[in-house]
């Protein structure tokens, strides 16, 4: 059994075929998913989908290119949303200085207001961490909230080895299996699988061999065959010691998944 950790079931792409797409989930094992919201109007589709099916599970946040179109009161909204049932996170946040769809001064805010929310909650964040590591760590540590996980990481093995010392795990997305990412297989290969999450972040980011198609929870089994390729162990323990951990993280509740 597998849980894709993060994933964005909610946009368009899945308009069409969505049972289907749950459907290959099932077939393919993928026991629970993980939906991630990135706006407030993201986040209620999040909540919704979660109440709908037993076996997807809500995180909510603010993605930081988003972080410019953000209403003055989000925290209320979030507060009120993280009280449904099955929110198990505060997520996506983070920093994004690759793109910088919003300034580093308005991704900074809303990244740390989001954590404070979060140690408020006692929930887990997911941090979507692009070019800007070091000013992601400084606000987590002045923060003192180190509960969470980088997700679809792509830093260097120092800032890996960083993240797990903080107390993080990492989530290894498809960008595993792309044959350049010699950097991340490395870090796959030094780090301990009982700090590692899989996720797909569907639609985007489809593995080997699906790449450059629209991805689905049900290829998160390609991420994991790679990680036990690079780590010489059976895909099954990869599937159990994964979803072990993702269920510890998120503490998603025995009677759904
Ligand atoms: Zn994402």
Do not use: W
Not at 60 to 74: F, L, Q, R, V
Not at 136 to 161: M, P, W
């Amino acid at each position: 059994m597998f849980i894709d950790s993060h994933a964005h079931l909610e946009f368009d792409e899945y308009a069409a075929d969505f049972p289907q797409v749950l459907e290959r989930a099932k077939s393919a094992q993928v026991e629970a998913i993980l939906n991630i919201g990135t706006s407030v109007e993201h986040s209620k589709k999040t909540v919704a989908l979660a109440s709908q099916y037993p076996h997807i599970f809500a995180a909510i946040g603010i993605h930081p290119h988003d972080g410019k179109d953000t209403p003055d009161h989000y925290l209320d909204i979030l507060k009120e949303l993280a009280r449904k049932p099955k929110v198990v996170a505060i997520g996506e946040i983070g920093l994004d200085y690759f793109y910088k769809h919003s300034t580093p001064d308005i991704q900074k805010q809303r990244f740390e207001e989001q954590v404070c929310l979060a140690k408020e909650l006692n929930l887990p964040i997911s941090i979507h961490c692009r070019e800007a590591f070091q000013n992601i760590i400084d606000i987590l540590n002045r923060s003192q909230y180190f509960k969470g996980v980088f997700h679809c990481f792509t830093g260097s093995l120092a800032e890996a080895k960083k993240a797990l010392d903080m107390g993080f795990y990492i989530s290894i997305s498809g960008i595993v299996t792309f044959k350049k990412s010699t950097v991340l297989q490395e870090v796959v290969k030094e780090l301990p699988l009982e700090k590692m999450l899989i996720e797909t972040d569907a639609p985007f980011l489809a593995p080997e061999p699906n790449r450059g198609k629209r991805n689905e929870p049900a290829f998160v089994v390609q991420t994991a065959k790679k990680i036990a390729e690079l780590k010489h162990i059976p895909l099954e323990e990869v599937a159990k010691v994964t979803t072990q951990n993702t269920k510890k993280l998120f503490g998603l509740l025995s009677s759904y998944v």
